[in-house]
């Protein structure tokens, strides 16, 4: 496939020349054929080399179109369902991201939420306990991850005054927006339910969450006196890069 991508960008590049050369023809060009800026541009004024390169241009173009964006780490997705990508930035793959449940959909990306534990991943983990949110690889979105008590995932808990770690167990004390419940909903129950037979993989924890943790705590509405500057205010919109959904 690399092969097929390089020879595709040099035959882009040669097309590219063709174009620029023909926006004036010369009576020496338009004497080879028409130019291809024309609406007549024949197949025949082709070059074989530039014709072989369509079916690859076509391929390259559908296996584009047909493959999953992924941003961040995620379980390998595809009829194997066997391992683990460690990918942090936006990548691609041929796969649908399985199971859809697992995931949550940021610019046409899926952003994988759950406990990496039952698919051989081999990186370090993170305890947390509860739910919570959880903000993109990029930095630019919030998703959220529903798994009851405690689990883990491969990033540590951010250094925010709405996480709590207590004896290495990260707690959200802050609140959750409308469109939290509306999630939590949709796919709590499915994901639990599939974490169910791997409970043996779960971090054992002996601690007790902090006097601040009150489970899922709702966003109050926003009073007119509150202004934007304000400690409050900054609170409440900490974790509300969600408000697009």
């Known amino acids: 496939m690399a092969h097929q991508r390089k020879l595709a960008l040099i035959i882009l590049a040669r097309m590219a020349t063709r174009f620029q050369l023909c926006r004036k023809p010369t009576a020496q060009q338009l004497s080879g054929g028409v130019c291809p800026t024309s609406p007549l541009f024949p197949f025949d004024t082709i070059d074989s080399t530039?014709?072989?390169?369509?079916?690859?241009?076509l391929m390259l173009s559908s296996a584009s179109a047909n493959a999953t964006r992924f941003l961040g780490s995620h379980p390998m997705p595809g009829p194997s369902e066997g391992g683990y990508c460690y990918i942090e930035v936006a990548h691609i793959h041929r796969d649908r991201q399985t199971p859809e449940f697992l995931y949550q959909e940021v610019d046409r990306q899926y952003v994988f939420t759950g406990d990496p534990s039952p698919f051989s991943y081999d990186g370090r983990r993170y305890v947390f306990y509860g739910h919570h949110p959880i903000a993109t690889s990029d930095g630019t979105a919030i998703v959220y991850c529903f798994l009851d008590g405690p689990h883990y995932h491969s990033f540590a808990a951010p250094s925010d005054p709405d996480f709590v770690v207590k004896e290495e167990?990260?707690?959200?004390?802050g609140l959750f927006s409308p469109y939290f419940f509306q999630l939590k909903a949709r796919l709590g129950r499915a994901i639990n339910a599939f974490y169910e037979p791997y409970a043996r993989l779960r971090p054992v924890i002996d601690v007790s969450p902090p006097p601040e943790w009150h489970g899922d705590q709702r966003l109050p509405p926003v009073t007119r006196g509150l202004t934007r500057s304000s400690e409050q205010h900054q609170r409440l919109v900490r974790f509300r890069r969600d408000t697009t959904h």
């Open 50 to 57: 530039m014709r072989a390169a369509i079916p690859v241009l």
């Open 169 to 173: 167990v990260a707690f959200y004390v």
